[in-house]
């Protein structure tokens, strides 16, 4: 059988082969295709057994089957997946987008909303009816006949672009490498570093060591690289990437402006004035003005503190460190040394206390005492020897779901870090099927027989991305809809991932999962009042940071600009001269490298990230008040947020949780931008 369309057990990632995708999709899309002939057809008045139920059914098959595909081309790439996958992309947009624009369907759905059979429904299930109304409605299924077409092709255009785009970052980070042969240029380099660098040239054949765009390979360089000429080199690279300074087959320029344009025109389409207000529509946030005044509030409480940590660098690097002039690549530098100076601990010694397996444990163990859960290893066929499976059981014993973890980064693997769902939680003929999530990192492997070591920011990736983890896992809801992170408000999604990033600051946590990779000491008292007194450290000029970034991404989506490559720099350079205090060279081409709002799913949303921190801190501010690892409160947060996934509007999960409407006062404390 192909192992695409087992939907027995968990994916047979052994037996994976490119050419098992076009056969699978054939099928499947026939299949389904089929049904939904069916189902439109069918005289009887609709219901969920007879009508919602099957087409659910039937689109899970699909997306389990297609989302194995895209978890590999994202963590195993080839040029073989890739030309397979890009192949049969346009296929599955295409059927998607003709769901969402099916009459037939559409008007099963207004009949189901309207019978009497919908007050039966239980609550979640009558959601599930509303946000299939109003996804047909932004799918396009109230357009006339042309209209519909132009949009289809919309659709599969912009998700070809997306995955070009994508493809065009990765390939411009694999395709650069810095090799030194002068041991003088490496002074500061931490070991491990160099040790990583000198397999990958000796891999190459060459002398010396080697340098690359990856982040465990870039940003060591950037931070403690005291030969400056080297530190330029690289993040001149790195910011110039898949950008018209480079391959021009890898150039994003055009991709950007055709992918603007295209949303604008789908957006007119779809009758609204901007892109910006068809993401909102299944958004918390209501409109992009009131995005726009949030970021704006949040860019003038964080600016004095920005500005204090500027002039704080600038001071710092002339008197110490003969930096007339503070560039882009001397930021990290600066910064690790002021933090040095300032908090008598670096990054790198904190770093020797986060072996792999004692952070992992240590997360697990963090899970497991508020939710009264168990983490254990587990098996199941994988796509690298680095990848590990476990599974999570409750005081039972019974399977509450499983879950792969892939820490490290290799060259068939795109950047950054992620949360992809395997199989969601649902009800099935023979009972429960439990979820299964991707947690995926780009750390640095071990080296030298050594065991991988975090940074404690990688710590708080990790936690980060078990949190969105644990939003899938723990779900009880039991319609796939609104399982999990499914139906869950785009900018509400980050609330348990960032809710988890907490627990990395805390003494009662950190205590337990420390161990130094030479002496097995735990993480000293002293080191660890250091670096909660460096928490905060340039809080003002990270907050500005994104604030940028999400102002930028909602101007640029918000109809007031061109689509054209000059237009999207334009509208930086405003947004910079706007809320930025530090401002890169006008040769940085950060949007050309900027993912998650051209190639994932945070175009006009990529705000997300503050608008849930707001969430997020203030609901941990309840744990501070109970105890930080209160299983009471943690209890009451699984009930309330994780469990019931996109069941309910998550403004009442909040508040349930809470007892409130939530304030962002906490998040200003964790800042440290008020006092404790």
């Not at 997306?162 to 500061?188: E, I, K, M, P």
């Not at 710092?316 to 930096?323: C, P, S, Y």
């Not at 991988?452 to 009880?476: D, K, M, N, S």
Request: hydrophobic share 40%.
């Amino acid at each position: 059988m192909n192992p695409l369309l087992d939907f027995s057990g968990l994916p047979r990632f052994a037996e994976f082969k490119p050419d098992c995708v076009t056969p699978a999709v054939d099928e499947l899309l026939a299949a389904n295709r089929a049904l939904v002939d069916r189902l439109a057809a069918d005289p009887r008045e609709p219901g969920w057994d007879t009508f919602v139920q099957p087409l659910e059914d039937a689109n899970e098959r699909l997306y389990r089957a297609w989302g194995q595909v895209s978890h590999m081309n994202a963590v195993m790439n080839s040029p073989a997946l890739r030309e397979v996958y890009n192949g049969n992309l346009p296929r599955i947009s295409q059927y998607g987008t003709e769901i969402s624009q099916h009459e037939g369907l559409f008007r099963k759905y207004k009949a189901l909303r309207a019978s009497a059979g919908f007050a039966t429904l239980g609550a979640a299930r009558q959601r599930i009816v509303d946000n299939r109304l109003r996804d047909f409605r932004l799918g396009g299924a109230e357009l006339p006949e042309e209209r519909k077409q132009r949009f289809k092709a919309l659709s599969e255009r912009l998700a070809e672009l997306s995955s070009r785009f994508s493809d065009n970052v990765l390939d411009a980070t694999n395709a650069w490498a810095h090799v030194v042969t002068d041991g003088a240029q490496l002074a500061g380099i931490p070991a491990d570093v160099l040790d990583a660098a000198r397999e990958a040239a000796q891999a190459d054949g060459r002398e010396g060591w080697k340098f690359t765009l990856h982040m465990p390979s870039y940003l060591p360089v950037m931070q403690y690289a005291e030969h400056r000429p080297l530190r330029e080199t690289l993040y001149r690279a790195y910011v110039t990437r898949a950008s018209e300074f480079g391959d021009p087959k890898l150039d994003n320029t055009a991709v950007i402006a055709e992918i603007l344009a295209l949303r604008h025109e789908l957006a007119a389409l779809l009758g609204f004035d901007s892109y910006a207000r068809v993401s909102l529509e299944p958004k918390m946030a209501r409109s992009p003005d009131q995005v726009a005044d949030f970021l704006r509030d949040l860019s003038a409480r964080a600016r004095p503190h920005a500005l204090r940590d500027l002039a704080d660098l600038r001071d710092f690097a002339l008197e110490r460190l003969g930096l007339a002039k503070l560039e882009s690549w001397d930021m990290p530098f600066a910064s690790e040394k002021l933090r040095q100076a300032r908090y008598a601990f670096s990054e790198q010694e904190v770093k020797q206390y986060f072996p792999e397996d004692r952070v992992v444990r240590g997360m697990f163990q963090v899970v497991e005492t508020l939710y009264g859960l168990h983490i254990e290893a587990d098996t199941a066929p994988l796509w690298h020897p680095d990848v590990r499976f476990f599974r999570i059981c409750d005081g039972e014993g019974r399977l509450v779901g499983q879950f792969y973890l892939d820490l490290f980064a290799r060259s068939s693997k795109r950047g950054g870090a992620w949360m992809d769902d395997a199989m969601a939680r649902r009800r099935v003929v023979s009972g429960i099927q439990t979820p299964v999530a991707y947690l995926n990192c780009n750390f640095s492997p071990p080296q030298g027989g050594r065991p991988a070591l975090f940074t404690h920011e990688e710590v708080i990736t990790l936690f980060h991305e078990f949190g969105h983890g644990l939003h899938h896992l723990l779900t009880r809801a039991e319609d796939l809809a609104v399982s999990g992170i499914n139906g869950v408000e785009w900018d509400a999604v980050e609330l348990p991932s960032q809710f988890m990033e907490n627990f990395c600051w805390e003494w009662a946590v950190l205590a337990g999962m420390t161990r130094h990779v030479d002496s097995g000491e735990p993480l000293p008292r002293p080191l660890y009042d250091k670096l909660i007194a460096a928490k905060n450290f340039q809080s003002g000029l990270q907050m500005l940071r994104q604030v940028e970034f999400a102002l930028f991404d909602m101007l640029l989506h918000d109809g007031r600009s061109e689509p054209s490559a000059e237009a999207v720099l334009e509208v930086l350079r405003q947004v910079r001269e706007e809320v930025a205090v530090v401002v890169p060279p006008p040769w940085n081409r950060f949007p050309h490298s900027f993912s998650h709002i051209f190639a994932g799913g945070y175009a006009a949303g990529y705000y997300s990230y503050k608008w849930a921190e707001v969430l997020s801190a203030d609901a941990y501010a309840l744990f501070e008040e109970n105890g930080v690892l209160d299983a009471t409160t943690g209890q009451r947060f699984w009930r309330e947020v994780l469990a019931v996934g996109g069941s309910r509007p998550a403004l009442e999960s909040f508040k349930a949780f809470r007892g409130r409407e939530p304030s962002i006062d906490a998040l200003l404390r964790h800042n440290g931008m008020v006092a404790a």
